[in-house]
């Protein structure tokens, strides 16, 4: 296959992937977030860990095979990694052909114009410097040097590797391997950060001054046009995480000796941004009484009823558990998330969220006529049984959806009922084109704490935040609610 035959819509402007096959599975790996196809030997193995022990903890079955084996492939099959002899592995072609397949929402064959007039991307996963933004991946190559700040010194550099890479390998064990939601919110950072440092010729990290970084904390907070047209900035809460991880990378590797001076020193406000931030991304009551209304309707003629049924139960678990994206992902070693029915019939939801902390959601009644009828549809009992250790949402081929595949059904919900939204309310279409499954997440708090005055611990230990201060920043309210409450406080007198 030719690679450069397949376009990206899930970027502006849509983009061909690159040339080759090895160019194009790193592509995707920075698309998609996750790795798709590694070659490992005990050469490679050696050289992406510092030592062997840590090879064994953090690769422990290609650890495994390379002591039988000259080669194994780590490969993405059914939403999982799996590792296999290099012999009886499937071929990059294979895998990259399958994942096109998997993703056909936002990767599809490219027609004979688009072909001529989109840009191939590069290996490096940039397209020319001409457009912008660039796509968020970090070439490794890019990151395997160190900057003018970097101690050279191994007396007091107590992490003892020379680049930017192992540093931030150590860094990223060190902070995030206790939660798979940390780990995947700190990479998309620091490839936000590199992505920038390219555009700007810049770095590595350990390069950056603190005049450099400021004007990092500018471009983040600079207006810019979307494709539409219109002019608009990153929200607060948005640019307040980029500096907080930005901050705790420097930190961290001044505090370990690697860096010999912290140039990120006070470049994100944080505590004080936490305790100021607003969730701003909401819909509507009324667009989403729309939505619902659009998934308890008929399945559109172009989309088989098992999978119109699957898209309408994952929008109810969405819509009425609050749950973060990656909260649904099926985990097999923990059987999680799973559903116990009480003999009432009442459901609870059992997920893991952040800080890999247990959480037990009660699902409303509304929730369940979806889940149950997606359930008859894929041949299980309508409510699940005690020992039941099967995914909540199966994948057309495998046994669970991956956040991807998760995210893009919601999505699709949202993109039906923006169709179906009266023309004489654009505001509301343009509300539902740019929302996401989080969304769905703000507006479960806010149901919760504004609209049903639920206490804010109950509301905390439903939604998982690890403090109530940020469950308390839904019950902030705008100068027209502050208006009403007073009003209702003192009635006029007649």
Excluded at 268 to 291: E, I, K, N, Q, S
Excluded at 300 to 328: K, Q, S, T
Aim: glycine fraction near 6%; aromatic fraction near 8%; hydrophobic fraction near 40%.
């Amino acid at each position: 296959m030719n690679p450069s035959d397949w376009l990206d819509t899930g970027c502006r402007p849509p983009q061909r992937l690159p040339d080759s096959v090895d160019a194009a599975l790193e592509y995707l790996t920075h698309a998609l977030g996750h790795p798709l196809y590694t070659r490992w030997t005990l050469t490679a193995l050696k050289r992406g860990c510092p030592s062997l022990a840590d090879a064994k903890r953090e690769h422990p079955a290609v650890f495994a095979l390379l002591l039988e084996h000259d080669a194994a492939i780590e490969y993405w099959e059914r939403g999982r990694l799996r590792v296999a002899p290099e012999a009886s592995a499937p071929s990059d072609v294979t895998v990259l052909e399958r994942t096109l397949r998997q993703h056909r929402r936002r990767f599809r064959p490219a027609t004979p114009d688009e072909a001529q007039n989109s840009t191939p991307v590069t290996r490096a996963g940039a397209v020319s410097q001409d457009l912008a933004p660039l796509p968020a991946g970090v070439e490794p190559a890019w990151l395997a040097r160190a900057g003018r700040f970097a101690n050279p010194v191994p007396l007091t550099n107590t992490l003892g590797v020379a680049d930017d890479g192992q540093a931030v390998k150590l860094f990223l064990r060190e902070r995030a391997s206790h939660s798979p939601h940390t780990r995947r919110a700190y990479v998309t950072e620091l490839r936000r950060l590199a992505a920038w440092c390219r555009h700007e010729r810049l770095g590595p990290f350990s390069d950056l001054t603190r005049q450099e970084l400021i004007a990092y904390r500018d471009a983040l907070q600079a207006p810019r046009p979307d494709p539409a047209g219109n002019v608009t900035r990153s929200a607060p809460a948005t640019v307040s995480r980029a500096l907080a991880a930005v901050s705790s990378l420097f930190a961290w590797w001044h505090r370990t000796g690697y860096l010999t001076v912290n140039p990120a020193e006070g470049l994100a406000a944080g505590r004080r941004a936490r305790m100021t931030w607003t969730p701003v991304r909401f819909l509507p009551d009324a667009a989403l009484t729309h939505c619902d209304a659009v998934a308890a309707g008929d399945a559109p003629p172009d989309i088989p009823p098992v999978l119109w049924l699957r898209r309408c139960a994952i929008w109810a678990l969405y819509r009425f558990a609050g749950v973060r994206l990656a909260e649904l992902v099926w985990d097999e070693e923990r059987a999680l998330p799973h559903v116990e029915v009480d003999e009432a019939g009442q459901w609870t939801l059992h997920v893991l969220g952040k800080g890999q902390r247990l959480r037990a959601i009660p699902l409303p009644t509304a929730c369940l006529p979806a889940l149950r009828t997606y359930r008859r549809a894929v041949g299980l009992p309508p409510d699940p049984p005690a020992d039941e250790r099967l995914p909540l949402i199966h994948s057309e081929r495998g046994r669970a959806l991956g956040p991807s595949g998760l995210y893009d059904e919601v999505r699709a919900l949202f993109a039906l009922s923006a169709t179906r939204v009266p023309v004489e309310d654009p505001a509301m279409r343009a509300g539902l084109e740019a929302a996401s499954t989080h969304w769905l997440r703000h507006g479960y708090a806010r149901t919760l704490v504004v609209d049903h005055g639920v206490p804010l611990p109950v509301a905390q230990a439903l939604l998982g935040h690890a403090s109530v201060q940020t469950t308390a920043a839904y019950a902030r309210t705008g100068q027209a609610e502050a208006r009403a409450f007073v009003e209702g406080s003192f009635p006029t007198r007649s």
